[in-house]
């Protein structure tokens, strides 16, 4: 007999689908074992819960279904008044992805002599610290003196001193970064974010280490790198392909942290391997794609996908209705526009929004 | 299900009285999950949307035989399927229900510490894990769990076997126990007699 059969009837009580025979075979095992009883508690409990009863789409798409008997000569007793302007037909939107190639990378190549040389504003800070960065809504390719090269994702600064290629090669890196390294033994590669340094021999990885996130994340595409997490020393952590480290910021560390001492649970470890997420088709990883102009998510809560939407198209988001942080969402958007992918968003996720210039906010 | 009721007395109100805030009640309560269905099938927005009206106007034309339905929710899913099958076969298009492409939001399973012994934490986890589950088993999960359909109409609306129904449900339940740390392990079995 497998262990199959207990959730079979598990499942069956609590549908309300168990035979009188069955309730007690159950009953008989869970005797067995007392310890099963707070699990199960839990699960009868989730079980009850209702869902929430507002749908505010619904009602748009209530007065449309009112005009259409209308329409369609059907006789309805009293019927609402003509519909008000703003809502008619186009307000159900299909369901569509765009088209087009992905657009091509913005702004080029960076040469090391360019930086001295063109007085590019994106660049040069000062003579002895090289320094590239982003703002919301755009992205950036840099080569390095060595010849690898790095894409800058939105709202992320990439810096690096005069002594690069000497006997190191050291960069610092806030935001998000896909990295491809040149292999050379001799001088190993050094990524320092806040929380942790990457060593990197020769290989192509991405790095998330954005301040107001809660986490720092290395995902690796090819080769093996080596992480050190800052206040830990002694655990150097390898990754292999197709891995990656997902590494939680301490509370304090930065002032913009959500994670509060006490939220953090016992059983989720500070530092966690897990596998890069593949949409079905992709050769990319989600993590990754934002290489390719795609925005990917998969399976996040809206607040995060909020937060990436923030640098990708440079705007703010505001939930006024707290709850709907919560949604779990999926999508790939390429070329559309942030009102293009909202409007996707909303017909498959139930929640409404407003967009002024460039704020959205959440109902 | 406590909803099922709720639902039969809006039928009764719309069929004795002609109800009008009744008749919207019951659009708003329906709209979102009929018209998920009938997206899975029709692969459209629009086509659902307008789907959904059309299983509307025949609930309204039909109100007054609707009193007397035992499982309502059970009837408007299968006419949902019913006409959404009937459209694609007027389109000339393959008239089949898809394994794995149904879109099933489940609105029940979120975080309230009033309710729920689990952390916030855990409740992310149940969510992600419901999330993961192929969508044809969420779907099954969320009809039995949300609508209150029973494994036999489950069965019959999706045109399966009970005994996979059972298998699904067993399969979401694991799953969901696993976030909060609950597996068995083998050694268990004397219990149980056959």
New interface residues.
Partial sequence: MSQEIFWVLLSKKLSGEASPAELKDLENLVLEHAEWQYAIQNLEDLWKQQPPKDDMQAEDAYMLHLHRMKEMNIAFGDMPEPLPAIIGKNRIRKWYWAAAASIAFALGLFAFNKFFNNNSEKTLVAREVNEISTRQGSKTKVELPDGSVVWLNAGSKLTYNKEYGQQLREVTLTGEGYFDVVKMKEKPFIIHTSNINIKVLGTVFNVTAYPEDKQTETSLIHGSIEVTIKNRPNNKIILSPNEKLVVYNEPGENGNTHLKEKEIPEKIPLVAIKQLTYQNNDTIAVEAAWIRDKLSFKNELFADVAKKMERWYDVTFEFENKRKENLLMYGTFTTETVEEALAALEFSFGFRYKIEHKKVTIY | MH?NEHIKRLLSAIALN?D?TAC?EL??LL??RL?QFAYSILK???EA??L??DV??RI??KRDQLTTIESPLFYFYTTTKNLSLNRLKKQKRQVSLSAEDW?V????????PE????????M?Q???AV??LPSRCRLIFKL???DGL??KEVADLLQLSVKTI??Q??????R??KC???D???S??T???K
């Fill in positions: 909803e002609n009008q919207k659009f708003l709209h979102s018209k459209s927005g629009e949307e307008e959904v009206s509307f106007i309204w034309q879109l939001q489940m609105n029940s399973i979120y975080f309230d309710q729920l012994m689990m952390t916030e934490e855990i992310r149940i969510k992600k999330n993961d039995i769990k949300e029973k494994y059972e298998a449900m067993a399969i979401a339940l694991r969901i126990s909060m740390h609950f068995i392990k083998n268990l079995y219990g149980i007699k």
